[in-house]
Nanobody, 124 residues
Framework: QVQLVESGGGLVQAGGSLRLSCAASGRTFSSSAMGWFRQAPGKEREFVAAISRSAVTTSYADSVQGRFTISRDNAKSTGYLQMNSLKPEDTAVYYC?????????????????WGQGTQVTVSS
């Protein structure tokens, strides 16, 4: 079992940066791949980024490639999403998720555990 708590969201101007954190409790975080998803009002939850359990492999949505960086610190049981050059279209609730097994996935249904989400609002 893994419990996830996101933090670091907020209001930022376009072009600014935010760093989201995902604190995990439970024994299996280090053996779990981790992902970030987001959901804007009226839209489906979409994949943003994922990282393997060993942090060797990462994957990004095309819309954030080159602007966002996913990372993790297994010793601290914490994952991160560094978001730079933010755009108004990045406005959404951001969720971290963990999946059993260490391989990255872009598929929402493959993730077993979810946080409660943190709001990110980018003003123009």
């Amino acid at each position: 079992q893994v419990q996830l708590v996101e933090s670091g969201g907020g209001l930022v101007q376009a072009g600014g940066s935010l760093r989201l954190s995902c604190a995990a409790s439970g024994r299996t975080f280090s053996s779990s791949a981790m992902g970030w998803f987001r959901q804007a009002p009226g839209k489906e939850r979409e994949f943003v980024a994922a990282i393997s359990r060993s942090a060797v492999t990462t994957s990004y949505a095309d819309s954030v490639q080159g602007r966002f960086t996913i990372s993790r610190d297994n010793a601290k049981s914490t994952g991160y999403l560094q978001m730079n050059s933010l755009k108004p279209e990045d406005t959404a609730v951001y969720y971290c998720a963990a999946k059993r097994g260490g391989l990255v996935s872009r598929a929402r249904y493959e993730y077993d555990y979810w946080g409660q989400g943190t709001q990110v609002t980018v003003s123009s």
